[in-house]
């Protein structure tokens, strides 16, 4: 029986479409869907505080052959407010399915995007946040998903994560957690139906 949803922030409630044009514009990927989950799995150490922006975006860099001179150092940060908003329809979704299900937040991040985030109102939607920067650990660890479980007082086979990078999402399932991976509010509601009626 499934008793709390556990939630990724960027690309599932965090809508970044404006800041991942920015990143194409000066990486010009020749597959796109590619250079996007390799930012997420190359952010990894970023997000657990072991190297610097600027170490990360020369690291991205060198494996799309663009000279780290050119890219600015501080491209995830500067202007993330701007460039990034909290989906309305995500948000009444989750407030929907919290008055039956606890809510989890779990979420690969920097510092300089949890203050924005917590500023927005962002964690007021959930009963347990986990943030990677904090904990030194990331969504490639499932530690980090029993950390949400115990968290929330439940059972890992009791959660559902969702996220929109497919191998974050098979690791939650290495915890025996039901797991969704996010293409469109559509998609989403619809699989959150079959798991949950």
């Known amino acids: 029986m499934i008793k709390a949803i556990i939630f990724d922030g960027g690309g599932v409630i965090v809508n970044q479409e404006l800041l991942m044009k920015k990143f194409i514009r000066i990486f010009?990927?020749?597959?796109?869907?590619?250079?996007?989950?390799?930012?997420?799995?190359?952010?990894?150490?970023?997000?657990?505080?072991?190297?610097?922006?600027?170490?990360?975006?020369?690291?991205?860099?060198g494996i799309y052959g663009k000279s780290p001179e050119k890219i600015p150092k501080n491209l995830w940060t500067e202007n993330f407010d701007k460039l990034t908003k909290i989906d309305r329809n995500m948000v009444q979704l989750i407030k929907k399915l919290r008055k039956s299900y606890k809510t989890g937040f779990v979420s690969n991040t920097i510092r300089p995007h949890e203050r924005i985030n917590r500023k927005r109102g962002l964690f007021k939607l959930f009963d347990a946040v986990v943030l990677s920067h904090r904990i030194g650990m990331a969504k490639d660890d499932k530690r980090i998903f029993l950390m949400a479980a115990k968290k929330l007082k439940v059972k890992p086979?009791?959660?559902?994560?969702?996220?929109?990078?497919?191998?974050?999402?098979?690791?939650?399932?290495?915890?025996?957690?039901k797991g969704i991976q996010f293409k469109n509010i559509g998609q989403l509601k619809s699989e959150l139906n079959e798991i949950l009626n």
């Not at 796109?32 to 860099?61: H, Q, R, T, V, Y």
């Open 28 to 61: 010009k990927p020749k597959n796109k869907k590619k250079f996007m989950n390799d930012i997420n799995i190359e952010a990894i150490p970023l997000c657990k505080n072991e190297i610097s922006e600027k170490g990360f975006w020369i690291k991205i860099a």
């Open 157 to 177: 086979k009791e959660c559902i994560f969702i996220d929109d990078v497919k191998d974050f999402v098979n690791v939650a399932k290495s915890t025996c957690m």
